[in-house]
């Protein structure tokens, strides 16, 4: 089947870690985001790339990073300049035509030790 | 002013009712409009694209009207598992390829 798969489904960070989320899809979708969704709140862009080796920061991208050094896999390291992590982590996907909707993987929580 | 608005409710309604929601936008040059369903703890999930001319999935109608940017999603028939929260998302005004999520609008149907 086709889809997008996000791992761990738990994360836990001590202090001073980094961490890298998973996200791999198989829908030979061209674009891919990461989103960050605290308690009651709506989801943040974090990073987006359209393209492969190419990624632009979204709106709250400060203590993080990414790659895309492949269409399938796009993964999110949360370092520890992100004074804030814990928080509930989806990465999407989307053909890469203009106005298309976005297919989401099935999140990462991550939590500080 | 929020790029996307939406009213986070709850909306408390008998199994059967009919419910609508609205949303707001503020970029007047958005060209793209859906609806995701998101349960607690979960992923959000696309329910349906909105369209200029209004479209309907089963018990689902979408409306839009872009000279008071709003859209809005009734429900006709309440089920149970219609209990989410929904999320409003337009195209943001940086990108095409950008979406903008509101906050959501949580729904509770009592049976």
């Known amino acids: 089947d086709g889809g997008i798969t996000q791992s761990p489904k738990y994360l836990f960070r001590k202090e001073g870690q980094n961490v890298t989320l998973s996200c791999e899809q198989n829908?030979?979708?061209?674009?891919m985001y990461w989103y960050r969704q605290d308690p009651g709140q709506g989801l943040r862009l974090i990073y987006y790339?359209?393209?492969?080796?190419?990624?632009q920061k979204g709106d709250i991208a400060e203590g993080y990073s990414v790659s895309r050094e492949k269409k399938e896999s796009f993964p999110l390291t949360v370092t520890s300049a992100q004074k804030n992590p814990t928080a509930f982590y989806l990465c999407?996907?989307?053909?890469?035509?203009?106005?298309?909707?976005?297919?989401f993987g099935d999140g990462t929580r991550l939590s500080i030790l | 002013r929020k790029e996307v608005e939406q009213d986070p409710g709850p909306f408390n309604v008998p199994e059967g009712a009919t419910v609508a929601f609205n949303c707001t936008y503020s970029?007047?040059?958005?060209?793209?409009f859906f609806w995701y369903r998101q349960d607690c703890r979960k992923e959000p999930k696309l329910l349906m694209s909105?369209?200029?001319s209004g479209n309907e999935d089963g018990r689902f109608t979408a409306q839009l009207n872009r000279a008071s940017q709003y859209i809005s999603l009734l429900i006709r028939d309440s089920k149970l598992s219609d209990s989410a929260t929904y999320l409003c998302?337009?195209?943001?005004?940086?990108?095409?390829?950008?979406?903008?999520f509101g906050s959501g609008t949580r729904l509770l149907v009592r049976p």
């Open positions: 999407a996907s989307s053909t890469g035509s203009r106005y298309q909707p976005q297919h």
């Open positions: 829908l030979n979708h061209d674009a």
């Open positions: 790339s359209q393209i492969v080796n190419d990624f």
């Open positions: 970029n007047s040059a958005s060209q793209s």
């Open positions: 909105v369209y200029s």
């Open positions: 998302v337009v195209t943001s005004m940086d990108s095409s390829y950008k979406l903008i």
